[in-house]
């Protein structure tokens, strides 16, 4: 029921390709990430689309597989 | 419009707000929604709580709907805001209260 927090990484710097993402593993099982998400591609979405891009990005293993993904989103600034 | 998306529906446009949750405002049964009934309460904005753990229908349903994986989910007037991280971001930097202001909805704690 783990997902390494190197995958997480990898399958939203896929879909995100200029993405700056961290991931911090919050109760040190494997289940439970924060992730914050830099990237371009936010800008002129809402919160939801943002959330909504990183949740797509590491596709059906949210909710499932990833019990729980803290997400927090932003533009970069110039 | 399949049944449960049409009870989901009529939830979110019959209420001005309404908080798809484990557990009710008074006992949630989640941290996550615990939290976002916590801000609620302390606004001060009257809302619904629609308690999924009595509902496998709607709990499932619910995540089809707002295509959102997680619970809790805060509707307002209609519109889907966010889960916990969002609305606490929201809350912590003002907005969420901006928001039931723009529409509306009057709250008891000036914001």
């Known amino acids: 029921m783990a997902m390494d927090a190197h995958e997480i990484e990898r399958m939203i710097k896929a879909a995100l390709p200029d993405a700056a993402v961290e991931i911090k593993d919050l109760a040190g099982d494997g289940d439970h990430y924060a992730a914050t998400v830099v990237s371009a591609a936010f800008k002129g979405k809402t919160r939801v689309q943002q959330h909504q891009m990183v949740y797509a990005a590491v596709q059906g293993n949210m909710g499932g597989v990833l019990h729980a993904l803290a997400v927090r989103t932003a533009v970069p600034q110039d | 419009?399949?049944?449960?998306?049409?009870?989901?529906?009529?939830?979110?446009?019959?209420?001005?707000?309404?908080?798809?949750?484990?557990?009710?405002?008074?006992?949630?049964?989640?941290?996550?929604?615990?939290?976002?009934a916590q801000i609620l309460g302390y606004i001060g904005v009257p809302y619904k709580g629609v308690n999924v753990l009595e509902d496998q229908e709607i709990r499932e349903g619910i995540k089809a709907y707002s295509n959102w994986p997680t619970i809790p989910q805060l509707y307002v007037k209609g519109e889907f805001v966010g889960g916990c991280d969002i609305t606490r971001e929201m809350f912590q930097a003002g907005e969420l209260q901006a928001l039931f202001e723009e529409k509306g909805i009057a709250v008891k704690q000036a914001s």
């Open chain 2, 1 to 36: 419009m399949s049944d449960v998306n049409a009870r989901i529906d009529a939830e979110v446009k019959n209420n001005d707000v309404v908080l798809f949750m484990k557990g009710t405002p008074q006992f949630p049964m989640c941290g996550f929604s615990g939290q976002v």
